[in-house]
């Protein structure tokens, strides 16, 4: 077999920088023979980067699947909400599929996507589940395999977002509304939740969660501030201002504000687009901060800490043992371990690595060898995970402990009664 032939359907950080950063790089693996996204500036940008002729560039995916087949892939990174909608038409056509998580942002979908993985089993349907390629990750499941430090009893989980990013992502950003994207725990937080599974060794049986949102939000916004930050009075004070975040240092982030981030570009947009906005006025109803406590079947427990108030990007996690104790941060690259009756502790410093490209490799070889076998990441079993984090909306929302379990088979029962009434 040559080169794999994938198509991307969304041109947005993660279309154009993440996996199309992947592709230019191994051009002897794979290479992009078709781009579909909506927005013109960023399709052309694409297109030209990729050299793509301007039949292989569409707006919409009704456009590219009414086309013949034309690749062996397709890389799913569009809006949450079409996520279910682009896989089914995919499928139908044919294709083998990468698909961004989370893999739906509604319930409803997340039963039928169970059964589109009965009814394509024979296809390659990946999730974008990248902690499953991590050293790190894969470390801590050996240590508690082999019982290293005794019985795994307890997992103290903190996905910390980082100011900055929560606030581009979940105040001013593409995420800011439950009803338009999903909940914090959904969409920042489906893969923390598919990492618990996978070191519990046991599916969830009960979750409570608490989630609110506690600072960003309108009654903070005072009188001598201003709607946008470029005019406020409190620009120095304020580590959230637009022009500290964008303008300061070239991030990956700047490139959702502007598809061509110079300085005189951001600075610009930011006088009248959404991410110069103050953090107190803008239309966001995402929690900040969001607590939640899991019992899995095997009596292991598990806390989530979700929040948007550290200084940086980083999952913390401590696991508690019967014989010791382990300490890992992703951002140090660092695993601390203590058994109980040695007082040295134990150092690990891990490499850095690209757990995308190794989410990439992963879905290229795949395909070229035919192997469902191979897959690290399937979207059958990532949807446990998704379970979990409409479950654990549920018991915010409701005030009351949640059976995971129960919970689904109430919405399988509920979406069959609703399609019985409407078809």
């Given at each position: 077999?040559?080169?794999?032939?994938?198509?991307?359907?969304?041109?947005?950080?993660?279309?154009?920088?993440?996996?199309?950063?992947?592709?230019?790089?191994?051009?002897?693996?794979?290479?992009?023979?078709?781009?579909?996204?909506?927005?013109?500036?960023?399709?052309?940008?694409?297109?030209?980067?990729?050299?793509l002729?301007?039949?292989?560039?569409?707006?919409?995916?009704?456009?590219?699947?009414?086309?013949?087949?034309?690749?062996?892939?397709?890389?799913?990174?569009?809006?949450?909400?079409?996520?279910?909608?682009?896989?089914?038409?995919?499928l139908?056509?044919?294709?083998?599929?990468?698909?961004?998580?989370?893999?739906?942002?509604?319930?409803?979908?997340?039963?039928?996507?169970?059964?589109?993985?009965?009814?394509?089993?024979?296809?390659?349907?990946?999730?974008?589940?990248?902690?499953?390629?991590?050293?790190?990750?894969?470390?801590?499941?050996?240590?508690?395999?082999?019982k290293?430090?005794?019985?795994?009893?307890?997992?103290?989980?903190?996905?910390?977002?980082?100011?900055?990013?929560?606030?581009?992502n979940?105040?001013?950003?593409?995420?800011?509304?439950?009803s338009?994207?999903a909940?914090?725990?959904?969409?920042?937080?489906?893969?923390?939740?598919?990492?618990?599974?996978?070191?519990?060794?046991?599916?969830?049986?009960?979750?409570?969660?608490?989630?609110?949102?506690?600072?960003?939000?309108?009654?903070?916004?005072?009188?001598?501030?201003?709607?946008?930050?470029?005019?406020?009075?409190?620009?120095?004070?304020?580590?959230?201002?637009?022009?500290?975040?964008?303008?300061?240092?070239?991030?990956?982030?700047?490139?959702?504000?502007?598809?061509?981030?110079?300085?005189?570009?951001?600075?610009?947009?930011?006088?009248?687009?959404?991410?110069?906005?103050?953090?107190?006025?803008?239309?966001?109803?995402?929690?900040?901060?969001?607590?939640?406590?899991?019992?899995?079947?095997?009596?292991?427990?598990?806390?989530?800490?979700?929040?948007?108030?550290?200084?940086?990007?980083?999952?913390?996690?401590?696991?508690?043992?019967?014989?010791?104790?382990?300490?890992?941060?992703?951002?140090?690259n660092?695993?601390?371990?203590?058994?109980?009756?040695?007082?040295?502790?134990?150092?690990?410093?891990?490499?850095?690595?690209?757990?995308?490209?190794k989410?990439?490799?992963?879905?290229?070889?795949?395909?070229?060898?035919?192997?469902?076998?191979?897959?690290?990441?399937?979207?059958?079993?990532?949807?446990?995970?998704?379970?979990?984090?409409?479950?654990?909306?549920?018991?915010?929302?409701?005030?009351?402990?949640?059976?995971?379990?129960?919970?689904?088979?109430?919405?399988?029962?509920?979406?069959?009664?609703?399609?019985?009434?409407?078809?």
């Amino acid at each position: 077999m040559g080169k794999i032939k994938l198509a991307i359907i969304g041109a947005g950080l993660r279309g154009m920088y993440t996996y199309g950063s992947f592709i230019e790089e191994n051009k002897d693996l794979c290479e992009v023979v078709a781009i579909v996204e909506g927005k013109k500036g960023r399709r052309d940008l694409f297109q030209k980067k990729f050299n793509l002729p301007e039949d292989k560039a569409f707006e919409n995916i009704e456009s590219f699947f009414e086309e013949d087949k034309i690749a062996d892939g397709v890389i799913i990174c569009n809006y949450d909400s079409l996520h279910f909608t682009t896989a089914s038409f995919a499928l139908e056509k044919g294709y083998d599929i990468l698909l961004e998580g989370p893999v739906s942002n509604n319930l409803d979908e997340i039963v039928h996507l169970d059964a589109l993985c009965n009814k394509y089993e024979d296809k390659i349907m990946m999730s974008a589940m990248p902690y499953r390629y991590s050293n790190i990750f894969n470390k801590i499941k050996e240590i508690i395999d082999e019982k290293y430090l005794g019985t795994l009893v307890n997992i103290n989980y903190n996905s910390h977002i980082g100011y900055e990013k929560f606030v581009h992502n979940y105040v001013r950003g593409n995420w800011r509304i439950d009803s338009d994207s999903a909940t914090l725990m959904l969409t920042n937080s489906s893969y923390d939740l598919d990492m618990l599974l996978y070191l519990a060794g046991s599916n969830c049986e009960k979750i409570s969660s608490f989630g609110k949102l506690n600072h960003f939000k309108r009654e903070n916004f005072k009188g001598d501030m201003s709607e946008v930050c470029e005019r406020c009075s409190r620009i120095e004070e304020c580590p959230y201002c637009a022009q500290k975040i964008y303008l300061n240092e070239d991030k990956e982030i700047n490139r959702a504000v502007h598809i061509l981030p110079t300085k005189e570009n951001l600075k610009e947009i930011l006088k009248t687009g959404p991410y110069g906005k103050c953090v107190y006025y803008c239309d966001n109803d995402i929690y900040d901060n969001v607590v939640s406590i899991l019992r899995f079947k095997n009596n292991v427990t598990a806390t989530l800490n979700i929040t948007a108030f550290t200084d940086r990007e980083d999952v913390n996690i401590r696991l508690m043992f019967s014989h010791g104790e382990m300490d890992v941060s992703l951002y140090d690259n660092t695993m601390r371990i203590k058994k109980f009756n040695n007082k040295n502790e134990e150092i690990i410093k891990f490499e850095e690595e690209n757990l995308d490209y190794k989410l990439m490799e992963n879905f290229i070889n795949v395909i070229k060898n035919k192997n469902l076998k191979e897959i690290k990441s399937s979207i059958e079993s990532s949807l446990e995970s998704h379970r979990i984090a409409f479950a654990g909306e549920f018991a915010n929302v409701s005030d009351t402990i949640v059976k995971v379990e129960d919970f689904y088979k109430e919405a399988v029962e509920l979406t069959k009664a609703i399609e019985n009434m409407m078809f």
